[in-house]
C-alpha cells in the first residue's frame, strides 16, 4: 500500500518523470557546499528540499508514524528518490527505533556547523529519539519543543531532497499550529483508522490544515480490516468503511488501506519498514 500511496502523491507534485533521472546518481551536495559562505539562516537546512509532506493524524496510536516511516523508505527504495524523515514529535519521538537508528548526529565542519542527519534505508532522518535516552520523559514546554524541532528542521543538513516527509505529533494545539505555518508545507495526509472515535480527531485535523491553508493530498486508512493467518477469514475489527465516509465528506482521495497485520508490529520494532523486509506482502 506504501507503493500505491506514494505514486499517487508524486503524481500530485509531477516527480514522477523525474524517479529514472536520479536512479543512478550516488553523489550528494551539502546546504553548506551549495552556499558558499553564506551565513546559515532558518531556511537554510531545508531550501534544497523540493518538497515537504505532512503526515498527520490529530489522534496518538493510529499508525502515523508506521506510515510516514513507509512512505519515506518506498519513495527512496522503489522510486529512487531522494527522501528525508522528519520527526516532528518531540514529547514522544519513535522515528529513530522504527528506523533501526540511534546516537547523537554528527556536525558539518565549519565555523556555524549543521547536524548531519542519520541515514538508512536510502532515507536521511532526524529524531528527537537521537538526543533522549530511550525511556526517559522529554518534560519540555510549548517555547522549548518548538526550539528544539526548529533546530532539527533548520539546523540540519538535509542536502538536496525530492521530498521531506514531516512526521507530525498527535493534536490540533501550538506545536500543530506552529508546524503548519512555519514549515513551508507541499501538502498534508491524514491518517486514521476507520473507528468513530479516531475519525472524530481525524475531522479536526483535516480541518486545522485547511484553516492553515495547507493543501490536503488525502487519507489513508489504517488497521482497515485483520485477516486471519490460519483461515483467511478477514474481520472489520474497527469498523468498515468509516475513512472513506470521510474523505468523501471533505472531498478527499482514499490513498491506501492497510491491514492490522502482525509483520507491520513486527518490522516496526526491529527497525526494518515492511516495505522492504516483506516487499512482496499485502502491507507493502
Not at 550516488?26 to 537546512?45: E, F, I, M, V
Request: hydrophobic share 40%; charged share 15%.
Amino acid at each position: 500500500m506504501p507503493r500505491d500511496a506514494c505514486r499517487r502523491l508524486l503524481s500530485a507534485f509531477g516527480l514522477l518523470s523525474q524517479t529514472r533521472k536520479y536512479a543512478s546518481q550516488s553523489g550528494r551536495h551539502t546546504a553548506a557546499q551549495q552556499t558558499g559562505n553564506l551565513k546559515p539562516t532558518k531556511k537554510l537546512g531545508l531550501q534544497n528540499v523540493s518538497h515537504i509532506v505532512a503526515v498527520t493524524s490529530a489522534k496518538g496510536g493510529v499508525g502515523k508514524s508506521t506510515t510516514a516511516v513507509n512512505l519515506a523508505v518506498a519513495m527512496a527504495t522503489s522510486l529512487k528518490l531522494r527522501v528525508g524523515l522528519l520527526d516532528g514529535d518531540v514529547h514522544g519521538p519513535s522515528l529513530g527505533k522504527m528506523m533501526g537508528l540511534a546516537g547523537e548526529p554528527a556536525l558539518s565542519a565549519g565555523p556555524q556547523p549543521l547536524m548531519l542527519p542519520k541515514d538508512n534505508w536510502r532515507v536521511r532522518v532526524m529524531s528527537f529519539a537521537f538526543f533522549a535516552k530511550e525511556g526517559q520523559a522529554v518534560a519540555l514546554r510549548g517555547p522549548m519543543v518548538n526550539n528544539a524541532f526548529d533546530k532539527m528542521a533548520w539546523g540540519t543538513d538535509w542536502g538536496a531532497l525530492d521530498v521531506l516527509v514531516l512526521d507530525m505529533p498527535p493534536g490540533t494545539g501550538d506545536a500543530q499550529i506552529n508546524l503548519g505555518q512555519r514549515v513551508p508545507l507541499s501538502g498534508a495526509i491524514v491518517v486514521s483508522t476507520p473507528q468513530d472515535i479516531a475519525l472524530l480527531d481525524a475531522k479536526r485535523g483535516v480541518q486545522l490544515f485547511q484553516k492553515l491553508g495547507v493543501p490536503l493530498l488525502g487519507m489513508v486508512e489504517n488497521m482497515s480490516y485483520h485477516q486471519c493467518s490460519a483461515c483467511g477469514h478477514k474481520e472489520h475489527t474497527f469498523g468498515e468503511g468509516g475513512v472513506t465516509r470521510t474523505a468523501e465528506e471533505y472531498g478527499l482521495p482514499v490513498l491506501g488501506q492497510i491491514p492490522l497485520d502482525i509483520s507491520i508490529r513486527v518490522r516496526s520494532d526491529s527497525g526494518a519498514p515492511v516495505v522492504v523486509s516483506e516487499p512482496s506482502g499485502v502491507c507493502a
